[in-house]
């Protein structure tokens, strides 16, 4: 495995688990648990983040010349027709998802205790975020395997 994919993969994950973190502290909130909420949010911020510029630092180094060719040329194409290319136009939003999330957490932190559907809002978006990301290791995963199927297509 490519030491690249292996920290876009750890470092989305972890940013998931993060705002998994955020939803479990906004579902009682409090003063303790809106402080949680928001270290939590940055963490996955920065995490994401980081998985966002390693994991296009990998495309445009390795996968773009080497990989997606492979792929395409494979017994499993659509691997890169149809996932990579959703893969790539969802992740672009999870970044600038988490800024928000973790923006509101900062500056409306009176809403979460006086508004019920301001905080499931944030709620939803917290969600929404952790699916996103699971979504994308599972495409990533469909993506190694379209990989792996051509490269035993070629040896074959």
Not at 44 to 59: E, I, M, P, Q, T
Not at 131 to 156: D, P, T
């Given at each position: 495995?490519?030491?690249?994919?292996?920290?876009?993969?750890?470092?989305?994950?972890?940013?998931?688990?993060?705002?998994?973190?955020?939803?479990?502290?906004?579902?009682?909130?409090?003063?303790?648990?809106?402080?949680?909420?928001?270290?939590?949010?940055?963490?996955?911020?920065?995490?994401?983040?980081?998985?966002?510029?390693?994991?296009?630092?990998?495309?445009?180094?390795?996968?773009g010349a080497a990989v997606k060719p492979l792929i395409k040329s494979g017994p499993v194409a659509w691997a890169h027709g149809?996932?990579?290319?959703?893969?790539?136009?969802?992740?672009?939003?999870?970044?600038?998802?988490?800024?928000?999330?973790?923006?509101?957490?900062?500056?409306?932190?009176?809403?979460?205790?006086?508004?019920?559907?301001?905080?499931?809002?944030?709620?939803?978006?917290?969600?929404?975020?952790?699916?996103?990301?699971f979504a994308m290791a599972g495409m990533g995963f469909i993506i190694s395997s379209g990989f792996r199927a051509a490269l035993?297509?070629?040896?074959?």
């Amino acid at each position: 495995m490519h030491i690249l994919i292996a920290l876009h993969a750890a470092l989305g994950e972890i940013g998931a688990l993060a705002f998994g973190w955020v939803f479990v502290e906004l579902l009682n909130p409090n003063e303790t648990r809106l402080r949680r909420a928001r270290i939590a949010a940055l963490i996955g911020v920065l995490f994401l983040l980081a998985a966002w510029f390693f994991g296009g630092f990998y495309y445009v180094t390795e996968y773009g010349a080497a990989v997606k060719p492979l792929i395409k040329s494979g017994p499993v194409a659509w691997a890169h027709g149809i996932v990579t290319e959703t893969k790539e136009h969802v992740f672009l939003f999870l970044p600038f998802l988490a800024i928000l999330a973790w923006g509101l957490l900062g500056r409306y932190t009176n809403e979460f205790m006086q508004n019920r559907s301001f905080r499931i809002a944030v709620l939803l978006l917290a969600g929404l975020i952790v699916i996103m990301a699971f979504a994308m290791a599972g495409m990533g995963f469909i993506i190694s395997s379209g990989f792996r199927a051509a490269l035993e297509a070629k040896l074959l």
